[in-house]
C-alpha cells in the first residue's frame, strides 16, 4: 500500500486529491495538512512513501518544507512531488534542487496523477520526456555556475553518458535507443549511477549533470 501526505492550503484541492487517490486499491492517504509547517511534523510522525506539496502555502512554504525533509536523513525514502498551478512556475527547477522528486501540475489529468504517485516511489521519471525538457530548457540557465565534476571520477564512461542522457530528458526507452542496448540495461545504468552519486531518484540526476557541467543549459541533445 502506497501511503500519500496532501499538503495544500486549499480544502477543495486536498478533497478532490483524496477522493481519487483513497478510491485506488494500492493507495491510500495517510494524512492531510493545510501550511509547510503542519506537513513537516505530519511527515515525520507517520513518514508516509509520497509527499503531495503545495508550493505556495502559508507558516511554511512548500520550498521551506521541502528542504527540511530532504535533509533529514530519518525521511530519505520519502519523496516529495511539488503541486503548481502553472506547468512551468518559476520555482519548479529550485523545488527539484531542495529535494523533490517532480512536480506536478494540480489540474493534470487523474491518470497522469496515480501514474505519477507510483511512479515516484517505484524510483522510475516522474515526468513526461516532453515536459522534462520544458523544464530543463526554461529553468537550467537559471541554475548554479558548473561545481568542480570530482563527484563524476566514480562513474565509468557508459555511466557519464547515461547520466548526460537522463540529464536531456530522456527517459530509459529513449536511452535504450540511443545507446543501442536493452531498457533494463539502461535502467540498470541509471540506477547504478544514482547509488554513486548517492542521488535520492532520478530528478537529483537532472541536478547534477548541471551543476557538475556534465550537461549544459539549451542542450537538449
Known sequence: MIRVLLADDQALVR?????????????????????????????????????????????????????????DPGLKDVRVVMLTTFE??????EAIRSGASGFLVKDTEPDELL???????????LLS???TRRLISEFAS??????????????????REVMALVGI?????EIARRLVVSPLTAKTHVSRTMVKLGARDRAQL???AYESGLVRPGWLG
Do not use: H, W
Open 15 to 71: 478533497a478532490g486529491f483524496r477522493a481519487l487517490l483513497d478510491a485506488q486499491p494500492d493507495i491510500e492517504v495517510a494524512a492531510e495538512a493545510a501550511d509547510g509547517a503542519e506537513a513537516v511534523c505530519r511527515i515525520r510522525e507517520l513518514r508516509p512513501d509520497v509527499v503531495l506539496m503545495d508550493i505556495r502555502m502559508p507558516a511554511l512554504d512548500g520550498l521551506a518544507a521541502t528542504r527540511q525533509v530532504t535533509g
Open 169 to 173: 530528458g530522456l527517459s530509459n526507452e
Open 129 to 131: 520526456p516532453g515536459v
Open 88 to 93: 512551468l512556475d518559476e520555482y519548479v527547477f
Open 206 to 208: 537532472v541536478v547534477l
Open 115 to 125: 501514474r505519477a504517485v507510483r511512479a515516484v516511489v517505484a524510483g522510475d521519471a
Open 142 to 159: 537559471r541554475s548554479k555556475e558548473p561545481a568542480a565534476a570530482g563527484a563524476l571520477g566514480r562513474l565509468t564512461e557508459r555511466e
